[in-house]
């Protein structure tokens, strides 16, 4: 989503140039005995800098369009996240921490992932391989 208000601000004019940052701190959270909770997750953190075209060094990516995407699941869930375990009980009890199917989520992330790589080029009259790099949270660059 900052993605997307950085990319508006700048066409907008609002903002001559804009860093986003986006850490993801996701260690506090995961249960390392059952894999399907940590098999895909780590932290990271990614930075993107958005801006003016006219303004970018040579060989920058041209930002063409953006789309934002999410759907729910109940495969992936994190009900109270790790600042709770600060409660006097068990910081182990399974549901403070993250759960995930990861199987079910695999099988539902592909799918949605492969259509936001192939609908978004086609509204520029572009095939995918047309494109340098797709950037959905982190950068997918062929």
């Known amino acids: 989503m900052a993605s997307e208000m950085a990319v508006n601000a700048v066409r907008t004019g609002s903002a001559r140039a804009i860093l986003v940052v986006n850490p993801e701190i996701t260690s506090a959270t995961r249960v390392w005995q059952d894999r399907d909770c940590h098999f895909i ?34 495969a992936i869930r994190n009900n109270a996240g790790f600042m709770s375990r600060a409660e006097d009980r068990n910081p182990d009890d399974r549901d403070l921490l993250f759960r995930q199917e990861g199987r079910k989520v695999f099988k539902e992330v592909c799918p949605m992932g492969r259509r936001a790589h192939i609908r978004p080029p086609a509204a520029h009259d ?11 949270n982190q950068a997918i660059c062929p």
Do not use: H, M, Y
């Open 126 to 136: 572009l095939q995918p391989t047309q494109v340098r790099c797709f950037w959905s």
């Open 41 to 74: 997750f780590g932290d990271v953190c990614t930075a993107i800098l958005v801006e003016r075209l006219d303004l970018a060094p040579a060989g920058a990516f041209e930002i063409l369009g953006t789309k934002l995407l999410t759907s729910f699941s109940n």
